[in-house]
């Protein structure tokens, strides 16, 4: 009888009368005939690379349908390993230690295990650690595949042993390669027309299982005449965005959306936004996170954009959804076209390292209040000058420990409302200096 983990899980093409998948029938024979990751396959690529010498254990991050199986199944056959899939979310700790003595059984008779494993990031820390003395005493080489960033997912144990390939979803010239595979497959031109073809195969979203799905719905048409793009976004539902709200791409698409907003760029800060709130994001999240843009990127360079941001945020929450979202786009233009300045942010931060670094210096005592005899007695309040009694209502004494080092923190740029306050700080001092030389301070 053969074992449930002996050999990986048999394809439909090998079921005698079984319906077989067209992405079945497609499936590469080879390395050099994968659409795609030409980076790690081409001549110079990681993979190509790789396979002159020995064979490390893999971890492959990347979308869905773009290769991450076949790879497996074909550097199994390239380097003459026994393959084994198995998947983390339906195998246990028991499956694995079959799997373990299976492989050590095998290695004993002379044949390597390629154990391919979906996935891995579902795995928790016991699980993953359980892989290591077998990958370290060569039973097996591992290829695990997961969609999300292996740098948070995985422990650190596993990923220094394990080289990490990226694989990148695929461009429209390779879903064009892969229809045009799947064309020569079905032995007909798919019965569309330029504009819906291209919007087929972005529809797929980088997939290749997915547009391979798509071609054999509309293959089983039997449409006549070219389809249009109209016709077939009615016929077809466009797969769902790949976005995870707790995930990698939640804070792919933030940051894109921060520095876009920060570079200026109103159309790509704009398209961000949609992209999140496509994919279901909070908009409540999006607001606090444009309303920290305002404080962190536009400062005082335009007072008023924090309150824009603040208005939107109310605003969507009075109207809701759909209506609300406009409200944070438009806050989201107005800080992509609004002056830049970092120049707050940055004194505050050197602020808090400043009074980090003077501990418990006390206040001067001229600018402490004197709310008893005894503190009077002390000194506390003597010799303050009341700004408002000055020339200008401006004094010009030390605000500062006195045994601290005058510094500077905020330096204003020069745009927007903050070309104003840098004017306003040069006079304030050059008076100082003034009152200075004279002792008046």
């Not at 991050?61 to 550097?75: D, E, F």
Request: aromatic share 8%; hydrophobic share 40%; proline share 6%.
């Amino acid at each position: 009888m053969t074992d449930l983990f002996d050999t990986a899980p048999q394809p439909a093409s090998d079921v005698p009368n079984a319906p077989v998948p067209l992405a079945d029938r497609l499936r590469p024979a080879a390395l050099d005939t994968v659409i795609g990751q030409g980076h790690l396959l081409g001549d110079d690529g990681a993979l190509t690379t790789m396979l002159e010498g020995t064979l490390p254990s893999l971890v492959l991050w990347g979308p869905p349908g773009v290769g991450k199986t076949t790879i497996a199944r074909l550097l199994a056959d390239r380097t003459g390993r026994h393959f084994v899939q198995i998947s983390a979310i339906f195998t246990g700790v028991a499956d694995l230690r079959k799997v373990f003595e299976t492989a050590r059984n095998r290695r004993a008779n002379g044949k390597g295990t390629l154990l391919f494993v979906d996935e891995i990031h579902r795995f928790n820390k016991a699980q993953q650690d359980s892989f290591l003395p077998h990958m370290e005493d060569g039973t097996i080489t591992l290829v695990g595949a997961t969609t999300e960033n292996p740098s948070f997912e995985l422990n650190a144990a596993l990923m220094s042993r394990a080289q990490v390939l990226v694989l990148e979803r695929l461009t429209l010239r390779d879903m064009e390669l892969l229809t045009q595979r799947a064309e020569k497959e079905l032995g007909a031109k798919l019965p569309l027309d330029g504009e819906a073809r291209e919007a087929m195969q972005e529809m797929a979203d980088g997939d290749g299982r997915a547009l391979l799905n798509l071609i054999e719905q509309i293959a089983a048409w039997g449409a006549k005449g070219p389809v249009d793009r109209d016709t077939l976004s009615r016929r077809l539902q466009r797969r769902a965005a790949q976005y995870d709200k707790s995930g990698d791409a939640h804070y792919n698409l933030i940051s894109a959306l921060h520095k876009s907003v920060r570079g200026s760029d109103p159309d790509a800060a704009v398209y961000w936004l949609a992209r999140m709130l496509a994919g279901g994001e909070d908009p409540r999240y999006l607001a606090r996170r444009v309303t920290r843009m305002a404080v962190e990127d536009i400062g005082l360079a335009d007072p008023q954009a924090q309150g824009i941001c603040l208005q939107a945020w109310e605003t969507y929450e009075r109207l809701g959804s759909p209506e609300g979202e406009l409200a944070i786009a438009n806050a989201v233009i107005y800080l992509a076209l609004a002056p830049k300045s970092n120049a707050a942010y940055a004194a505050y931060k050197a602020a808090v390292a400043g009074a980090a670094r003077t501990g418990s210096e006390p206040p001067p005592k001229h600018i402490r209040n004197a709310p008893t005899k005894l503190m009077k007695e002390q000194g506390y309040g003597a010799g303050y000058a009341y700004d408002h009694d000055e020339v200008d209502a401006f004094s010009g004494q030390n605000y500062f420990p006195d045994d601290m080092k005058r510094p500077v923190y905020y330096v204003p740029v020069d745009r927007g409302f903050e070309r104003e306050l840098g004017r306003r700080l040069d006079w304030f001092v050059e008076q100082r200096e003034k009152r200075r030389v004279r002792g008046d301070g």
